[in-house]
């Protein structure tokens, strides 16, 4: 058991997120419900990456955040998603839809008061088939609870995507050089557009 009280909830079952929290020495539930099972509790959902990386610092920002929940696909606001009549009940309660939802796939929780009514008034409010994307902001906004948004890197391989940035800034032609457009005048530019950077600089002088 986890000494700082910490533990994962997984609504369904994924042998290789239990091993990897066991090795950690985190404490690890499987079921379907939200109810928040330790001081700190770390709730995943189906077909969602664990940041293993990240963990310490997810459950380390429930001292001071009563959740923490990553954003949603950026670009995709509350006024992109569900039906008509529930995005006007959306809007009733938070006054405007355009603003990002949530992605609640991996969400860090506190065992406390509003972090579970948060919780509960989010499952109620999504029956009937209801978007549970616009059912979390509208319980967010009325038992507003100290929220810390995350950003989508949380829901990545974290260490994946740090090799693959190497893996690109190693690759050959693939950094910017520093290129003369004009006598002590340089800027910078990728390998393969040399000539062109040099033909537009050349360009706008003459029209100068």
Same mark, same amino acid.
């Given at each position: ?13 994924? =042998?290789?997120?239990?091993? #990897? =929290? ?26 969602? &990456? ?27 606001l509350a006024r992109d998603v569900g039906g008509d009549t529930e995005r006007k009940a959306t809007k009733r309660r938070t006054r405007d839809l355009r603003m ?14 509003? =972090? ?13 088939g209801a978007d549970e994307r616009l059912a979390f902001l509208r319980a967010v906004y009325q038992v507003k609870p100290r929220l810390c948004p995350l950003p ?10 740090? !090799? ?5 800034? &190693? ?30 600089? #050349?360009?706008? !002088?003459?029209?100068?």
């Amino acid at each position: 058991m986890d000494p700082l009280g910490r533990g994962i909830v997984l609504l369904e079952e994924n =042998a290789d997120i239990e091993k #990897q =929290a066991k090795r950690r020495g985190l404490a690890i539930t499987v079921w379907d419900q939200w109810t928040i099972s330790y001081e700190r509790t770390l709730f995943v959902s189906p077909n969602t &990456k664990v940041p293993w990386d990240l963990l310490d610092a997810g459950f380390g920002l429930l001292e001071r955040w009563d959740v923490a929940v990553p954003l949603g696909v950026y670009g995709t606001l509350a006024r992109d998603v569900g039906g008509d009549t529930e995005r006007k009940a959306t809007k009733r309660r938070t006054r405007d839809l355009r603003m990002l939802l949530y992605d609640t796939g991996l969400l860090f929780s506190r065992q406390n008061e509003p =972090a579970q009514e948060l919780l509960s008034l989010w499952r109620d409010e999504c029956i009937n088939g209801a978007d549970e994307r616009l059912a979390f902001l509208r319980a967010v906004y009325q038992v507003k609870p100290r929220l810390c948004p995350l950003p989508r890197v949380w829901l990545m391989d974290v260490p994946a995507v740090a !090799r693959s940035r190497q893996e690109r800034r &190693k690759r050959p032609g693939n950094g910017l050089i520093r290129v003369e457009v004009a006598p002590g005048r340089y800027v910078r530019c990728a390998p393969a557009d040399v000539e062109k950077v040099k033909k537009m600089h #050349q360009d706008r !002088r003459r029209h100068r």
